[in-house]
């Protein structure tokens, strides 16, 4: 299989489903957001994440295949063989930000991203997640979208939060506190 079909050269891309639209289509931008917070956690995956966060941070990485496939999607046009949304991958990021918050100190300021690299790259992915979000409600408001895609990234980007304050934790440095 060939990577470059030609087909996009004149700036629209297919749908699952065959509808062809601009590559700025809010659907594009949506998936292309879900691609880039991927990319970013497979490079905070790629430093010395600690094994027990690593593991919960692979089974994000694929979850976020399955809602960009879905975003992917032509609407109600190819459904059928994509990928489910697991239900309850919603109540699995709540507990893991429940178990990480139960070791951290109470949260008095607001933080700054930053601190330890690995917490800063964590921030970034926060930012890119609550980024995809805005599209993806964009996009609801002009297209059938499954809920539970906003519900995801909406628990997900507060999961990034955590987990910075985590890894700033773990990695015994301080949450930079906002001073104003």
């Known amino acids: 299989m060939k990577i470059y079909t030609k087909t996009g050269d004149s700036g629209t891309t297919a749908l699952f489903g065959g509808a062809r639209v601009p590559k700025h289509h809010i659907r594009i931008e949506s998936y292309g957001t ?9 490079l905070l ?70 601190g330890h690299p690995l917490a800063a790259q964590a921030h970034l992915c926060r930012c890119i997640c609550r980024r995809a979000e805005r599209l993806v409600c964009h996009l609801a408001e002009l297209e059938t979208t499954l809920p539970e895609i906003i519900h995801y990234l909406n628990r997900l980007s507060d999961y990034f939060f955590v987990l910075a304050r985590t890894l700033n934790l773990r990695m015994g440095i301080q949450d930079v506190e906002w001073r104003p």
Do not use: C, T, W
């Not at 879900?34 to 497979?42: F, I, M, Q, V």
């Open 34 to 42: 879900l691609d880039e917070l991927n990319s970013a956690l497979g």
């Open 45 to 114: 995956r790629s430093g010395s994440i600690p094994s027990d966060l690593d593991g919960f941070l692979m089974v994000v990485q694929q979850d976020l295949f399955v809602l960009g496939s879905h975003l992917a999607a032509e609407p109600g046009k190819a459904h059928g063989y994509l990928p489910e949304i697991e239900s309850g991958a919603v109540g699995r990021i709540e507990q893991a930000i429940d178990a990480m918050e139960a070791q951290l100190p109470p949260l008095k300021n607001f933080i700054l991203p930053g």
